[in-house]
């Protein structure tokens, strides 16, 4: 057993010390452009439901195996020339998974700007992180959005991707990067082409289905986690069984009830998507207003959940590394 403490600890801290710096080529920047690339090729030459079924399985299987299988060779060769090269490497890559760090700068650069009073600005950053439409919306919706992103984004852009590198971690000979990456590149499939809608309720079938049962796990674990740090597992039990059926998604209505239940508020509710007014199922109930040391607190439950994981992960490896 070769389980990669030390990556591990330095990869989550350099997540939390810089995030996703701007500036740095994105490995699911690289993702998104070969997605890109193959669905318009298969939107060109795909011309019924059969063709773009079978060209998105194609595209899916391709993007998450060779996500896994690309990340896993970069690491080989780059520590075949030096092991701390290697280290180094894995290091940034792994870094690259966790999107706590992200997310937590996204939230604050919203709430920061809302401190200021210019409502204009705040909707304006806010457009650049949530699908929905942002001109008109209030400073209640608006920290209604935020905290929707941050509790959903916490199961599949923070937890999931954990969850499988860990798995992969203990896993000899494969390792925690290709599961990790093998992840991001179902989460980015179906954020890009996983939708009900043309052109793509066909192609994208796949990736949003793949994606669905890819996140069950380590979304049902956060909920668990989430019950047991905040010590309210009676309470996220039944507000989860009550709504989060109620959500479409077999996820992310999981994810933001078990959040809403452990703050006591209530998600969901009348959203405008390129002019198209659609209604999300009220998640939760509505005991206090959502503010922003609530979205604070979502953070925070996040950060403890993903260092409870991590931390759990290290026991155990060292416990095994013991035995053997």
Not at 285 to 294: G, L, V
Request: net charge neutral.
């Amino acid at each position: 057993m070769n389980f990669p403490i030390y990556i591990f600890i330095f990869a989550a801290t350099l997540d939390f010390l810089i995030g996703d710096p701007v500036s740095w080529l994105h490995p699911v920047q690289v993702m998104g452009w070969f997605i890109s690339k193959l669905s318009q090729l298969a939107l060109k030459f795909c011309h019924n439901r059969f063709s773009q079924r079978f060209a998105g399985v194609v595209i899916g299987v391709t993007l998450i195996l060779g996500s896994g299988v690309v990340a896993g060779l970069i690491i080989h060769f780059v520590t075949a020339i030096h092991p701390l090269v290697g280290m180094i490497f894995q290091i940034i890559m792994l870094s690259s998974c966790f999107a706590l760090g992200s997310l937590t700068n996204a939230a604050k650069s919203v709430l920061n700007s809302l401190a200021t009073g210019d409502i204009e600005q705040t909707r304006s950053i806010l457009s650049g992180y949530v699908g929905r439409d942002t001109a008109n919306l209030t400073e209640a919706e608006i920290l209604r959005a935020v905290l929707e992103t941050v509790a959903e984004n916490a199961t599949d852009g923070v937890m999931a991707p954990l969850f499988y590198a860990i798995v992969g971690g203990f896993i000899p000979f494969i390792g925690a990067l290709p599961f990790a990456f093998a992840y991001k590149a179902s989460s980015t499939l179906d954020s890009m082409i996983g939708y009900k809608t043309e052109p793509y309720i066909h192609i994208g079938w796949f990736s949003a289905r793949f994606e669905d049962y890819f996140t069950w796990i380590p979304c049902r674990f956060a909920i668990i986690t989430l019950a047991l740090i905040s010590a309210k597992p009676g309470e996220v039990w039944r507000i989860c069984r009550r709504d989060a059926p109620q959500d479409p998604s077999p996820n992310s209505g999981w994810s933001e009830s078990a959040y809403a239940a452990v703050l006591g508020v209530q998600m969901g509710g009348v959203n405008s998507y390129q002019g198209i007014t659609k209604y999300k199922p009220l998640l939760g109930d509505s005991i206090y207003p959502i503010k922003a040391q609530t979205i604070y607190k979502a953070l925070q439950l996040t950060r403890n959940s993903f260092l409870l994981w991590l931390g759990v992960s290290i026991v155990i490896a060292i416990a095994l590394s013991h035995a053997s």
